[in-house]
């Protein structure tokens, strides 16, 4: 059994005048067996302190990391059986390809050489490197040595796959081309993996499941989608998404929620749910902003359009209210043709606004 838990980990640095520094505080995670769990989060959020404790370069707090039913925590990093992946590759420059791939497995395996070598074959052909096995590193190019990387972890059949960013150094065609392999390969080697990255984009798109971190806690573990619809508080829902959902803040007043720019009327369930509040932001992702030419509906603004950015297949339109400079977005179809300059009638539809405390930032709906 592979399956990995972090249980109430913490990390505390205490920098050179004593004072603590909170890297990671109180995550509890789990990573079933055969998993893809991508942990996200903005720069220093802590995600490569608990990646790296749980690899054992980085000594835990408090807290406790579990194998299988096994803790982990206490040993060395050559004594669990756990493969990571850098974002700087860390290839041996003096070996080649080949040196880089079998290093270690004739002490850590009781395999032959003859094995070893069959092994390191296979799997580079897996990953199209063979023909690159007797080239030295800096003969590589940079996606290149990302599957050398990949390869040396493969080959050692961990129990578990931990990779920290390890596709920030290579260019964005090759990094679309390289999600799609990584994520093909770890479904079929089914290893259970812990993947790190600050790309929101890349822990949709790839993850099983994603994990969300802001200053050392987790926000939010859930699918990508669950994430997505369901945010459970201001910060996930403003961190997954893009563009970013817009945020408005919005007094509670009976049944309405009252606004700088707009009131808005709620149904009796969504005011329910508001309650208990006396500040919310009422939040609302760009493409279920319609744009429409009159205001029919209690819950239609009317606007200005700032800029009209094309983006392809869909316009981000950048809107404002009357009497005031900051913008938000909706995104329609790539077809629409909307002009910076005119007016235009925003509608945020009940069902898709989300409702998060002001205090709090909690999801109340
Ligand atoms: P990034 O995406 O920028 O790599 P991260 O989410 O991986 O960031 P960490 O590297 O885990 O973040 O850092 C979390 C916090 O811990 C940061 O505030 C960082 O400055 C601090 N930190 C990390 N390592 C140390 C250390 N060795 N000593 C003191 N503080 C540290």
Redesign the pocket.
Known sequence: MSRLALEHLSKV?T?DDGSD?V?VDDVSVDIGDGEFLVLV?P???????TLRMVAGLETVTSGDILLGDESIADKGPQERDIAMVFQSYALYPHMTVRGNMSFGLEESTDMSDAEIRELVEETAEMLGIEPLLDRKPSELSGGQQQRVALGRAIVRDPEVFLMDEPLSNLDAKLRSQMRTELQRLQEDLDVTTMY?T?DQTEAMTMGDRIAVLDDGRLQQAGTPLECYHRPANRFVAGFIGEPSMNFFEMTVEGDTLVGEHFTYPLSEDAASAVRSATEVTLGVRPEDVELVDAATGEHDYETIVDVVEPMGNENAVYLTFEDDDRTFVATVGGMRTVEAGTKTVARFPEDAIHLFDGDTGEALK
């Open positions: 640095f920098d520094i890297a989060g720069s220093g959020c802590g995600k490569s302190t790190v600050h």
